[in-house]
């Protein structure tokens, strides 16, 4: 694909911008003697990505002897199933995911949350299709990622349309599975999040039946094991403040941003800067008003019966006190 700078260039051009953040490096030790850090992330990692690839947490966490590792899944619920294992320490995903972990009684903390945006993620469909809009997907076969983002997105678009979610006929996919369906016609629609959008609007003639707008705008979330806000709140505040500070640059910062990912995500840096314009940045602790809403998709989700119990997001909160 054209567009795409060597990864050593825009590394460094990056490094030179992000001077202007003007955030000393991160000093504080780790709280206890494991000072190991294991991050998930998904294809791309939004803030999670920019600051792997400036290496901030590394060099931090190294002057202390600690270590940082990285480790990619297609799609949060993959994350999210790592993290109940033991697999990874902290990730970041849609506000579905997390949901759907506590209902299958997975233990986990909801550490910070990053305001949600209108047009990340869509139900798209073919320009030729016959849908024009969400009610006309009624008996279509729609391709979407089990319990992530776009799972609600579709449950609230068919719900705000007056079609049952019994009506479609879901194929639960990850993103490049499910890619690949609804380029050859296995499925008639998809929805999905970005950078996977970005890179089929950019790809061929797809036409938007829906995004957020006029729907309810969840959060995404980064999440973390229980035992890692017990034990070590200090350093979980560390990595939570790093985010706030490198979204603060990001957000007004689009087109460096998509010179640093690309490579990442193996996409030009055109499409990659279309996502970073329509993502917000902002990360913030999780308060009650954000607990409310997640509180909603939770509940929606319980009343279509595609998770077996309610569950409480409050209980599963970590207080986070910026720094």
Do not use: C
């Amino acid at each position: 694909m054209h567009g795409r700078h060597p990864f050593s260039t825009t590394r460094r051009r990056l490094l030179r911008a992000t001077a202007a953040l003007g955030a000393a490096a991160l000093t504080p030790a780790f709280a206890d003697d494991n000072r190991s850090l294991r991050i998930g992330f998904q294809k791309g990692g939004g803030l999670l990505g920019l600051i792997k690839a400036q290496g901030r947490l590394e060099k931090s966490f190294g002057a202390q002897g600690g270590t940082v590792t990285w480790h990619e899944f297609p799609a949060g619920p993959q994350l999210l199933e790592a993290l109940n294992a033991g697999s990874v320490d902290f990730g970041y995903t849609g506000a579905p995911p997390p949901i759907f972990a506590q209902a299958a009684g997975k233990d986990l903390v909801y550490v910070g949350a990053e305001p949600g945006s209108t047009s990340a993620e869509a139900i798209v469909v073919k320009a030729g299709s016959p849908a024009a809009a969400v009610a006309d997907l009624k008996g279509k076969r729609v391709a979407v990622q089990k319990g992530s983002s776009a799972n609600y997105l579709l449950v609230a678009a068919l719900e705000k349309a007056g079609v049952a979610f019994a009506d479609i006929q879901p194929i639960y996919l990850p993103p490049a599975d499910a890619r690949a369906a609804f380029e050859s016609d296995r499925v008639d629609a998809w929805s999905i999040w970005d950078p996977y959008l970005a890179a089929v609007q950019a790809s061929q003639p797809v036409r938007v039946v829906a995004d957020y707008s006029g729907l309810l705008v969840a959060n995404s979330f980064y999440e973390a094991s229980r035992k890692l806000a017990s034990e070590r709140p200090k350093d979980l505040a560390l990595v939570l403040d790093e985010l706030a500070r490198t979204g603060t640059w990001a957000a007004a910062n689009p087109r460096a941003v998509a010179e640093v990912l690309a490579p990442q995500v193996a996409l030009p840096v055109d499409v990659v800067e279309a996502w970073q314009r329509r993502t917000r940045y902002g990360v913030r602790p999780v308060d009650a008003g954000i607990i409310a809403t997640q509180q909603k998709v939770a509940d929606t989700f319980f009343e279509h019966k595609l998770i077996p119990k309610k569950v409480d997001v409050a209980s599963a909160v970590w207080r986070w006190e910026r720094g």
